[in-house]
C-alpha cells in the first residue's frame, strides 16, 4: 500500500491541475470501489471548484468551494491519470507540461473520470479497487469515523522526542506497532517504520516503554527516533517514493527510494552500516515483515 510519501508525491502532482480548477463533468462507471460511493457523488462534485489539495495521513483531500470534502484513497493499487481532450483524441495519455501520467494498467480499470474546466482530464484507474472515494461535508470533517481519531502528522511540529516520550511511558508494546498504529502517528506505514527504527539503531520488538525514562522524560532512544522518523520521510520524499509492485509516482514514473532502503525487503544481506558487520534480518509482528540489523540495533 503506498505511504505517505508516496501519497504526498501523488498530491504535488495533481494540485498544478487540480486547484482552482472546476469539475466539469464527473464519470463514475461503478457503484462501487472498495466502498460504494457516496449518494449523488457526481451531482455534488459537477460544477464546483477545488480550493486546497491537501493530505491527511494516507488520504488525499480535496476542498470544495460548496463547504464539501472530496476524500481519496489510493488503496494497494491507484492511481490517478492525467491527459487532456486533445491526447485522448490522439491515443496519448500525457498533458503537455511537467506532469505525463502513464496508465500502467488497461483502460477498463478506469473508474472514475473528472473532466475539469482547465481541459485536463483525470482518470482514476483501481486493478484491485481497495481505494474508495467518499465526500464528508466540512462542519462533519472532524468528527468524521474517518478522521476523527488520527493521531499527529509526522511531518508536523508535533512530532518530537517529547511526544514518543508521553505516549511511549509504560508500554508494552513492541516499538513497531506502537509506531505504526495510526492514532498515535497519522501515516506512518510498514517500509518506513522499519527504515526509521534502523537508522534510530533501535530493535523493532523492544518495548515502547523505552522511549521513556523512569521520570517520564525523552529518552536517547526517543532522542535518535524523532529526526529519524523525519529525516526518512524527507528523503523519500525527494526520492518521489518507493515503487514497490503497484506503485508508480503521480507523472507515471517510477520512485527511486527503494534502492536506498537500508533494511526493508533485503533479508540475508549485509548492513549497509559502516563498520557494522551485521546481517539483515526479518521477523513477522501482527502479520507483517520486519526487517533490521540484529547487530547494530539494540
Do not use: W
Not at 472498495?34 to 483531500?61: I, M, N, S
Not at 488503496?75 to 487532456?84: D, E, L, V
Not at 502528522?153 to 522526542?161: F, M, N, Y
Amino acid at each position: 500500500m503506498p505511504e505517505l510519501p508516496e501519497v504526498e508525491t501523488v498530491r504535488r502532482g495533481l494540485a498544478p491541475v487540480l486547484e482552482g480548477a472546476s469539475f466539469a463533468c464527473v464519470e463514475q462507471r461503478r457503484p462501487n470501489l472498495r466502498f460504494p460511493f457516496p449518494d449523488q457523488f457526481t451531482q455534488r462534485l459537477t460544477g464546483h471548484a477545488v480550493l486546497k489539495l491537501e493530505r491527511r495521513a494516507k488520504y488525499l483531500l480535496a476542498r470544495l468551494d460548496n463547504r464539501q470534502t472530496l476524500v481519496m484513497h489510493l488503496g494497494m493499487s491507484g492511481r490517478f491519470i492525467i491527459g487532456s481532450h486533445a491526447d485522448a483524441a490522439q491515443g496519448a495519455k500525457t498533458m503537455p507540461g511537467a506532469f505525463a501520467y502513464k496508465a500502467g494498467e488497461s483502460d477498463k480499470h478506469d473508474h472514475v473520470v473528472f473532466e475539469m474546466s482547465n481541459l485536463a482530464v483525470i482518470r482514476y484507474n483501481d486493478t484491485r479497487r481497495f481505494g474508495y472515494m467518499t465526500l464528508i461535508a466540512d462542519e462533519e470533517f472532524d468528527a468524521h469515523p474517518l478522521f476523527c481519531k488520527l493521531g499527529i502528522e509526522p511531518l508536523g511540529g508535533d512530532l518530537d522526542p517529547a511526544f514518543l516520550a508521553r505516549k511511549g511511558q509504560g508500554r508494552k508494546q513492541p516499538l513497531k506497532s506502537f509506531l505504526l498504529d495510526q492514532q498515535i502517528i497519522a501515516g506512518l506505514g510498514n517500509i518506513y517504520v522499519c527504515e526509521a527504527l534502523f537508522r534510530a539503531g533501535l530493535r523493532p520488538d523492544n518495548a515502547a516503554s523505552v522511549l521513556a525514562t523512569k521520570n517520564g522524560a525523552p529518552s536517547p532512544a526517543a532522542k535518535r527516533l524523532a529526526p529519524a522518523i523525519r529525516a526518512v520521510l524527507e528523503d523519500a520524499l525527494a526520492a518521489g517514493g518507493s515503487s514497490l509492485r503497484d506503485y508508480r509516482k503521480a507523472d507515471g514514473s517510477l520512485g527511486y527510494f527503494q534502492h536506498s532502503f537500508g533494511v526493508y525487503g533485503r533479508e540475508g544481506e549485509p548492513c549497509r552500516k559502516p563498520r557494522c558487520r551485521g546481517v539483515i534480518q526479518r521477523l513477522v509482528q501482527n502479520g507483517r515483515s520486519t526487517f533490521y540489523c540484529s547487530n547494530c540495533q539494540r
